[in-house]
């Protein structure tokens, strides 16, 4: 883990009663897909672990936490495909998180497991729209999210 990036949830959270594990998986389209630098990566699934030290009312995941996962799992659609050497703007630069709106369904319960799909919506420069859904194990949509990341220019 870098000691200048991914600290609030790589290591401030992750313990026996924050996050406990988190796993991010995605599926490549076809036998090519991961190989094509043309092709992005568009959807990403990311599984938390929860522990009971993050409610915010007893059973109850916080509010900002939720949000957390939600901006943890959209930003990791960019960073795979960085990772993976795809082309684009975007995919070459670091991106930060411009704005994030979020709609609270259903509580989101502590301890569990919390499943966010992220998807990419659209790019257009250097920026990124991506939205997600935040569910429960049973797939039940508990929160949606949208947001707008912005690639940083890179230092003269």
Do not use: N, Q, W, Y
């Given at each position: 883990m870098s000691r200048e990036h991914d600290q609030f949830v790589g290591a401030t959270?992750?313990?026996?009663?924050?996050?406990?594990?988190?796993?991010?998986?995605?599926?490549?389209?076809?036998?090519?897909?991961?190989?094509?630098?043309?092709?992005?990566?568009?959807?990403?699934?990311?599984?938390?672990?929860?522990?009971?030290g993050l409610s915010g009312y007893r059973d109850i995941v916080h509010g900002g936490m939720t949000m957390?996962?939600?901006d943890e799992s959209m930003g990791t659609v960019n960073e795979i495909n960085t990772a993976l050497g795809k082309y684009g703007l975007v995919?070459?630069?670091?991106?930060?998180?411009?704005?994030?709106?979020?709609?609270f369904l259903?509580?989101?319960?502590?301890?569990?497991?919390v499943w966010v799909t992220s998807w990419t919506e659209s790019i257009q420069g250097r920026k990124t729209?991506?939205?997600?859904?935040v569910k429960d194990g049973q797939a039940a949509v508990l929160a949606t999210a949208a947001s707008t990341w912005v690639a940083l220019q890179p230092s003269l």
């Open positions: 959270l992750a313990c026996p009663r924050g996050l406990r594990h988190v796993l991010c998986l995605f599926r490549p389209d076809d036998e090519t897909h991961l190989r094509d630098p043309t092709r992005p990566i568009a959807r990403v699934d990311t599984l938390f672990a929860v522990g009971d957390t996962m939600a995919h070459k630069l670091s991106s930060l998180t411009a704005s994030l709106e979020i709609k259903r509580p989101v319960p502590a301890p569990g497991v729209k991506v939205r997600c859904e």
